[in-house]
């Protein structure tokens, strides 16, 4: 087991830059999600990471060793791949025993580890099938198989859910994670979907454009976003935002509408400075149907009218006009409501938040 | 008639002018293949009359007794021209596949300059019809010293089947997924290992079927190895059946004859390789 280093990591396809200069330290046993939109560059550093891409500068360490000039199969990590990858000419248990029958190991041996690896995973009844003869999230279970039998330092997923349908995503999303919990290897996994990285990981990492945008736990992403665009990433549905100019301790927002400037921030602005400001669904609520509010006296009420509802059984999103567009609420215990109607709404200021409108940056209230 | 039984009807009615249609077809791909076993058995009488006679008299394996007979008794070297053909085709197919192998991954894996003006100049090369280069291949084939040898037959036949092979590989390991050469070199195979272990028993229906090719190719060329062979040193089958026609005559019957013998390894070789002809073994890999 071991953690992974990776300092001002860069990589260039000729003159374009993809990766420009990141660092990272993943601690031993951890687990942690790169995230970030296609093309931010997450599944290049992964396969940096690999060894299946060349480093165009900066280090790769491997438990402290450096790794970057070492093939693939001089890391000691295993791998899962976004399409699965199994070798379709072998049986299950050939593709699960492959990297021990290339170390050269007994037979005995491979038989022993994987079978152990497909009582973990209950793959004991498919050993002797072929991959074309098993469904997908028995594909994606024999791929996991094959990374576990090798007993890596360090395992790396490649969005591994993404081809599987939703309901299959969530199961082995459990499995993932009861696999972390029991193997307690590092782990470093590749997805475009911050619900997997939110509930699988110990720390999440968020990337765009080859950098990264912030490092953090999945509540501290969460709740203190330190820009504008991990604010808008992360959280379903995402953060409403508009922008704002401060006036007299007010946001005026470009429709004319005013909120006052959240108490925490009181200081921290000055008059005409503009800012983004941001507000989650789960903080907007018509009034008396929301979480509790951590100042009550932060709360602002206002009445605004409902564009649509979307039921989803223990909670309704509502959305309502505010600033001339749709804003998304989070409505517990709901009550029917009507479109057009007019309802009071709570914001919930004590848990807004504000960036810098130029560089998108978290401002410090 | 109700429309259901009209339907069945209609269907019924295709279906029998389906297999009609392709036992036409059939007839007219292998007829020429029946004509000729049957010629030579048949003697050389019936294969001349007119009209042609359907059904043979008399059938005997005079014509293959003769051929084996040896030099001398109306026989021709046949286990000699035998001989040459399965060196030259062999050795021609093992070389052309091996390159066509390296090529065909070339061009599907790895990305280099120029890459497909080169892929085009090789297709270019089959454009040149192969009897054009006979008589420069012959000149330069003397002046070298090379000609009537097996070598200079193989040479030629690589050259011929290197392009087709290189096109048709490429295009089978295109399709088998590059993540699986990768997932093998995480497994702990050298690119080297990974390519035997992985990737070639996938690609192997196309190798195979590039074979087939080359072999055939190889061991029914007529034209350049008419020109390049002399003596029983080198020369192949196909130029031996020369050995029937005589300054006024022609023994159709024991060309036919020879022809048989060309055919049955030929034939053969193709059903053994064929069974390995299964597509679709990469289903599975990825996704699905």
Redesign the interface.
């Known amino acids: 087991m071991a953690p992974v280093t990776l300092r001002k990591l860069v990589k260039r396809y000729g003159a374009l830059e993809v990766v420009h200069g990141i660092d990272l330290e993943v601690k031993d046993r951890e687990f942690i999600a790169l995230v970030g939109p296609s093309g931010c560059g997450k599944s290049t550093t992964l396969r940096m990471i690999a060894g299946l891409e060349d480093v165009s500068g900066g280090a790769i360490e491997i438990g402290g060793r450096a790794v970057n000039d070492l093939p693939p199969r001089a890391r000691n990590i295993s791998m899962v791949f976004q399409s699965y990858a199994l070798y379709p000419h072998m049986t299950v248990a050939e593709n699960m025993g492959f990297s021990l029958k290339i170390a050269g190991r007994s037979a005995e041996d491979i038989k022993a580890r994987v079978d152990e690896a497909a009582a973990i995973l209950d793959l004991g009844h498919l050993l002797e099938r072929r991959p074309s003869q098993l469904s997908g999230g028995q594909r994606q279970r024999v791929a996991m198989g094959r990374a576990i039998v090798r007993q890596p330092d360090v395992f790396l997923f490649d969005e591994p859910l993404s081809n599987l349908d939703a309901k299959l995503r969530t199961q082995v999303r459990t499995e993932i994670k009861k696999l972390h919990a029991r193997m307690k290897a590092t782990m470093i996994y590749v997805t475009h979907d911050q619900v997997e990285a939110m509930t699988l990981s110990d720390r999440i990492v968020i990337m765009r454009d080859g950098h990264i945008e912030q490092v953090g736990t999945p509540e501290e992403v969460f709740q203190k976003p330190s820009t504008k665009f991990v604010a808008g990433f992360i959280g379903s549905p995402p953060m409403n935002m508009d922008e704002a100019i401060v006036d007299n301790g007010q946001l005026v927002f470009a429709s004319g509408v005013r909120l006052p400037v959240p108490p925490r921030f009181a200081g921290a602005l000055r008059a005409g400075q503009k800012v983004t400001f941001g507000l989650r669904p789960d903080d907007i609520y018509p009034t008396g149907h929301g979480l509790h509010a951590g100042d009550a006296s932060a709360v602002h009420e206002v009445d605004l009218p409902v564009t649509i509802t979307e039921p989803l059984g223990n909670e309704t999103l509502v959305f309502i006009q505010f600033n001339g567009r749709d804003w998304v609420s989070r409505m517990l215990n709901p009550r029917p409501l009507r479109s057009g109607e007019s309802v009071r709404m709570s914001f919930d200021l004590s848990r807004a938040h504000l960036f810098d409108i130029d560089t998108g940056k978290a401002l410090e209230g | 008639m109700d429309i259901n039984s009209s339907h069945r009807l209609r269907r019924r009615l295709l279906k029998t002018a389906h297999l009609i249609g392709l036992f036409l077809a059939m007839a007219v791909i292998c007829l020429p293949g029946l004509w000729i076993v049957l010629s030579s058995l048949r003697p050389t009488v019936e294969i001349m009359a007119k009209p042609p006679v359907w059904i043979p008299e008399s059938i005997s394996l005079d014509a293959y007794r003769a051929m084996f007979a040896g030099a001398g008794q109306g026989g021709v070297p046949v286990w000699d021209y035998f001989r040459n053909s399965l060196i030259i085709s062999v050795t021609s197919t093992v070389i052309a596949l091996a390159i066509g192998m390296a090529g065909g991954y070339a061009f599907a894996r790895y990305r280099f300059k120029a890459k497909s003006a080169i892929f085009l100049g090789f297709m270019l090369t089959r454009a040149v019809p192969g009897i054009a280069l006979s008589l420069p291949l012959f000149m330069i084939y003397a002046r070298t010293g090379i000609i009537d040898t097996h070598f200079s037959l193989i040479l030629t036949y690589v050259a011929l089947n290197v392009p087709f092979t290189i096109w048709l590989i490429d295009g089978f390991f295109r399709q088998v997924?590059k993540?699986?050469a990768?997932?093998?070199?995480?497994?702990?195979?050298?690119p080297w290992?990974a390519f035997w272990?992985?990737e070639f028993?996938?690609a192997g229906p196309g190798i195979a079927s590039a074979g087939i090719f080359a072999f055939l190719t190889s061991w029914n060329e007529y034209a350049l190895a008419s020109q390049i062979t002399r003596s029983v040193n080198s020369k192949t089958l196909p130029v031996g059946l020369l050995d029937y026609t005589a300054e006024f005559t022609i023994d159709w019957r024991g060309m036919c004859a020879l022809a048989v013998v060309m055919i049955v390894p030929a034939l053969t070789l193709t059903f053994i390789i064929q069974k390995h002809l299964v597509s679709g073994?990469?289903?599975?890999?990825?996704?699905?």
């Open positions: 997924p993540d699986l990768e997932a093998a070199q995480i497994d702990g195979c050298t290992q272990q992985v028993p996938l073994l990469t289903f599975g890999a990825v996704k699905g």
